[in-house]
């Protein structure tokens, strides 16, 4: 069985992508350039990670997407939300992460992602696109939720010839979970990169350089790309 896999070089991506490829033969990755904070960071390090798994690495511009974005994630004279560990419950959204979320939210971002990469699977003969979608996220983010796969895969049933099937081994994990898989699999945790930012190290600031870190708190380890930079 084959697979593409959607990879931003986050931590979920990179968990996801290192499970499945203990099952599945991954063709190839693609990273999606769309005008976001991170995105030299997120192409330096997804073809890192790449390079490390064996597997063939595209990146997709979306400049038009750039374009339509008025988000802090896209837009620099939007601020990117800074949380704290008390902001977040890992269980349930609360009023500020609802409201980072908002603040982040790119127009169909998951949607047109997955359907370039179903046609790339599709083409190439692949049965799974992989992507990080997990139980934590998909609070604030409903294209992150088990509902959101199904309804793919039922849009790919009819789009693609071969019926596409959408693979989310995290779709049931919080990011501390999500930490340990990683590791038991020997994920290369320390070229993933979480932050909305795209500095020479993360923010910490953010609420995805928040969750992450709590993670690895609760995990009880130390974050690897962390402890690679030298922090």
Known sequence: MKAITLLSSGLDSVAALAIAAESLEIEMALTFDY????????????????????????????????????????????EVPALSLEDIDEAAPTAITEASAKAVWVPNRNGVMLNIAGSFAESRGCDYLVVGFNEEEAGTFPDNSLDYVEAMDHAFSYSTQNG???????????????????LEVKAPLEYSWSCYHGEETPCRKCESCVRRARAFKNAGVKDPLLERSGI
């Open 35 to 78: 005008g976001q904070r991170a995105c030299r960071r997120e192409i330096e390090y997804s073809r890192k990670v790449c390079e490390h798994f064996g597997i063939e690495h595209r990146v997709i511009k979306l400049d038009w997407l750039a374009e339509i974005t008025h988000t802090s994630l896209v837009n620099r004279e939007e």
């Open 164 to 182: 596409v099937r959408v693979l989310a081994p995290l779709i049931k994990l919080g990011k501390t979970e999500i930490v340990k898989k990683a």
